[in-house]
């Protein structure tokens, strides 16, 4: 995939990162999601407080989000380490997802994104940073870790995502 036709980029293939994309998906938004692999939870034997794959392993509940996630022809899906993030286009929208306490990369700061002293992406109640156009969801953004949170903020950052530019292009109209 050219990264000009790229809209959205997601940095971390776990739950939150697949949940934000497949937000996304029905938009036909051209994005590309970016994971090293390692997601917390890989050595947990059982997922739990999570109603309907609740025992199942966590890595057979991510193998199959992530097969759902590539049947959008608009996604691409790289087995890597993001290490640096420029904004380059007024309508790059990075969703950085699921990192432990501990930050896997400086993006987040190299995008303006500010990190609470507990090592945390700060974000608002719509998963979005003081940055325009960059969005925190999963485990590198709340202390509370678990796949049914790191769903719902992937819900909110996708939904949100794909809401700024219009709400943005309404705007411009209205002036």
Do not use: W
């Not at 699921?98 to 609470?116: E, V, Y």
């Amino acid at each position: 995939m050219d990264k000009q036709e790229i809209f959205d980029v997601i940095i971390g293939g776990s739950y939150a990162g697949l949940l934000a994309t497949i937000t996304l998906g029905p938009s036909l938004r051209r994005m590309l999601i970016i994971d090293g692999g390692l997601p917390y939870n890989r050595q947990t034997p059982h997922a739990h407080y999570f109603i309907t794959p609740n025992g199942i392993k966590p890595s057979e509940i991510l193998k199959k989000a992530k097969s759902q996630v590539l049947g959008y022809e608009t996604v691409s899906f790289i087995n890597d380490v993001a290490l640096k993030g420029n904004k380059s286009a007024e309508n790059f929208d990075a969703i950085h997802a699921c990192l432990p306490f501990t930050q896997h990369s400086d993006i987040p700061a190299q995008l303006n994104g500010s990190i609470s002293e507990q090592g945390l992406i700060q974000v608002d109640a719509m998963q979005k940073t003081k940055s325009n156009g960059l969005f925190a969801c999963g485990d590198n953004s709340t202390q509370i870790r678990s796949i049914a949170s790191a769903v719902a903020t992937g819900i909110m950052a996708g939904a949100m995502a794909n809401l700024e530019p219009r709400e943005e292009r309404f705007l411009n109209k209205l002036k």
